[in-house]
Structure formats: structure tokens, C-alpha cells
């Protein structure tokens, strides 16, 4: 079943924070954060694994609450460069398929 | 740095025709996916390679679309025939093992008029 993420688009100026996220009605096992530019392939972010790790990737961190099955990424102090769809992308119990969302399209304007 | 690897990057066909879609992935990655992306969607899998061995596929409209990755290493999606509603961007991406970090090549976007 596919994730759902929120919101759908987002809007923001250079150096503004944004928090993108990713809920699922099963239980997952691992969620995977990923970044697409127009026009090009996506470009793997993080993975967080059960057990509510938090993980950061310079001015980009994920936190996984496994008891509510939701996932959060947070984009501090934006850069430009931050543009793009970002996709969660959820693997349930047991099985061994990723199942991606519907995508967060992102706007940094200067 | 190693990347995934595909070809053609762009195909443009007709109704009935068979297509062919070619990737590389990154040397020692055991597992191998398709994907599916639609304009303004997210991937979708198609199949899962872990080695030579398919470990998903049910996704794939077995009626025309076929994957093989016959030795483990590089692999072959094709259509036959096409369809209109094939029109879409085919991923194809590699990780060094099940549920790890997926790396995706550049793609091939398919036209079918």
C-alpha cells in the first residue's frame, strides 16, 4: 500500500525550514528518503530503520516513529540547491519491496 | 564514482511495436529493480532482481512486459507490443544488498505514439 506524504507542494525562501512527511497504514520495516530533480533520476537522501533513529545528512535529517508508522524529514536553513520532489519510499514486515509516495515537490526561491 | 548505467536514454516507438530497455548496475549490487514513473508520480516496481533470480514481479503485466538479468550482472526489460499507455520513464536501479540504499541510473523515457 502506498504511502501517503505531506504536503503535497511546498513553497519556501532561501533559508527558511521545511518538514516533509511520510505515513504508512502497515508496519514498516525501513523508510527511505529520496530527491528528484526535473528531469533527472532520483537521488538516495537516508534510509531509517525501526527503533525511531533519528538520521542527518548535512542540513537534512529523518526521524522514524515505528509506533505511529510515520516519517518525518527535516530541511533546515534551505538552500537553492534544495529544490526538487523528494519521495518517501516505505518496505513493510516481511516483504522485500520498496513502495514509494506520491511525492513532495519543493520550491527555494532567493 | 560508480554509477547505474542504462540505455537508450530516449525511445520513441509505435503501437505494436517491441522495445527494449538496457541496464548496468553497479558492480557488486545483488539486487537489481525496474521501475515505472509516470509524469507527477512516484516510482513504481515493476520487478526485483536479487542475483539472477526474480523476488518480485507482481506488479509487471507479464502479458508483454518481460526482465531477465540471465548471469546476475547487467539486465534486459522489454515490451512487446507497446502500448500508448506505456509512455513513461523506466528507472532501473541497484542496491548492494535486499532493502539497502537504492542507486538509480539516468533512465530511458519512452514515447508511444
Known amino acids: 500500500q502506498q504511502p501517503v506524504q505531506s504536503p503535497q507542494a511546498v513553497i519556501l525562501r532561501e533559508g527558511e525550514d521545511a518538514v516533509i512527511n511520510c505515513s504508512s497504514s502497515?508496519?514498516?520495516?525501513?523508510v527511505h528518503w529520496y530527491r528528484q530533480k526535473h528531469g533527472e533520476a532520483p537521488v538516495f537522501l537516508m534510509i531509517?530503520?525501526?527503533?525511531?533513529e533519528q538520521k542527518g545528512h548535512e542540513k537534512i535529517s529523518a526521524s522514524f516513529n515505528e509506533k505511529k508508522q510515520q516519517s518525518s524529514l527535516y530541511l533546515t536553513a534551505s538552500q537553492l540547491s534544495y529544490s526538487g520532489t523528494y519521495f518517501c519510499g516505505t518496505a513493510i514486515q516481511g516483504a522485500q519491496k520498496l513502495v514509494f509516495g506520491q511525492g513532495t515537490r519543493l520550491t527555494i526561491n532567493p | 564514482e560508480a554509477e547505474v548505467a542504462q540505455s537508450p536514454r530516449y525511445k520513441i516507438t509505435e503501437k505494436s511495436q517491441a522495445v527494449a530497455f538496457w541496464c548496468d548496475p553497479i558492480s557488486g549490487h545483488a539486487t537489481l529493480y525496474w521501475y515505472r514513473q509516470i509524469l507527477g508520480q512516484g516510482p513504481e516496481l515493476l520487478v526485483q532482481?536479487?542475483?539472477?533470480?526474480?523476488?518480485?514481479d507482481s506488479q509487471l503485466p507479464k502479458d508483454r512486459f518481460s526482465a531477465e538479468r540471465l548471469k546476475g550482472v547487467d539486465s534486459t526489460l522489454k515490451i512487446q507490443p507497446a502500448e500508448l499507455g506505456d509512455s513513461a520513464m523506466y528507472l532501473c536501479?541497484?542496491?548492494?544488498?535486499?532493502?539497502?540504499?537504492?542507486?538509480f541510473g539516468p533512465g530511458t523515457r519512452l514515447l508511444v505514439l
Open positions: 502497515k508496519a514498516l520495516y525501513s
Open positions: 536501479a541497484s542496491s548492494q544488498m535486499d532493502r539497502g540504499a537504492q542507486y
Open positions: 531509517l530503520l525501526k527503533g525511531g
Open positions: 532482481f536479487q542475483d539472477e533470480s526474480v523476488v518480485d
